[in-house]
């Protein structure tokens, strides 16, 4: 039997946390998104929510668990069926991120919306809060350093500009070395690239595996 190959597909999650508004006839929809790693974390940012507006009359959450989004749940907290929890979710889905929660709370402004009025007035919310936050690409790699002489600093510097990697970190003392996460499917290319810049003068050492924060320009 032939071992299916893992694939590590890229995924996109909350890097900082969101907020946004929106009113219709004078009811105020107010959206908070943060990052959740786990339902656990979820629970406790909706609870948080809550207690901050405890005198609103709806919370209503929507939650993205797992690298394939393996749980996604979502609640009208009282309003009709199908018109909050459900379109704060398709936003999110929308967007393709994970592992993130987000609540809409509601202060009733007295007149009623309509089930299409509410359906609006959360999207929108949720929209508002999305655009608010800043969403960063998870990505399956190879961590390395490259170790080198200050000789070559610049042609390193110049494939890793040309590739658009940006190195977590650099150290300069008798020689320098920057530690940089690069896609797990361009690993080869990249170390042979590095390799022929430096004529093989560059150290190369892998340091780990795993998924990092793109941070490619």
Request: proline share 4%.
């Amino acid at each position: 039997m032939t071992q299916q190959k893992e694939v590590f597909l890229p995924y996109k999650i909350i890097d900082e946390p969101g907020s946004g508004e929106y009113e219709e006839k004078k009811s105020r929809f107010i959206a908070k998104l943060a990052p959740a790693s786990s339902e656990e974390e979820a629970a406790a940012f909706i609870e948080g929510v809550k207690k901050k507006y405890y005198d609103a009359r709806h919370h209503c959450p929507a939650l993205i668990i797992g690298r394939q989004r393996e749980v996604t749940r979502c609640s009208d907290d009282g309003e009709p069926g199908g018109t909050a929890g459900k379109p704060i979710l398709e936003v999110m889905l929308g967007a393709e991120i994970t592992n993130a929660v987000m609540v809409v709370t509601r202060y009733f402004g007295g007149t009623l919306l309509g089930t299409g009025g509410l359906v609006r007035a959360y999207t929108q919310a949720a929209k508002a809060a999305l655009m608010d936050a800043r969403i960063a690409t998870m990505r399956y790699g190879t961590r390395i350093t490259v170790g080198a002489d200050y000789s070559d600093v610049g042609r390193i510097q110049h494939l890793l500009g040309i590739k658009g990697i940006v190195p977590s970190d650099s150290r300069y003392t008798d020689k320098v070395e920057f530690d940089i996460c690069i896609p797990f499917e361009q690993e080869a290319e990249i170390q042979k690239a590095l390799t022929q810049a430096t004529a093989a003068r560059a150290g190369i050492d892998v340091t780990g595996r795993g998924y990092y924060k793109d941070k490619s320009v």
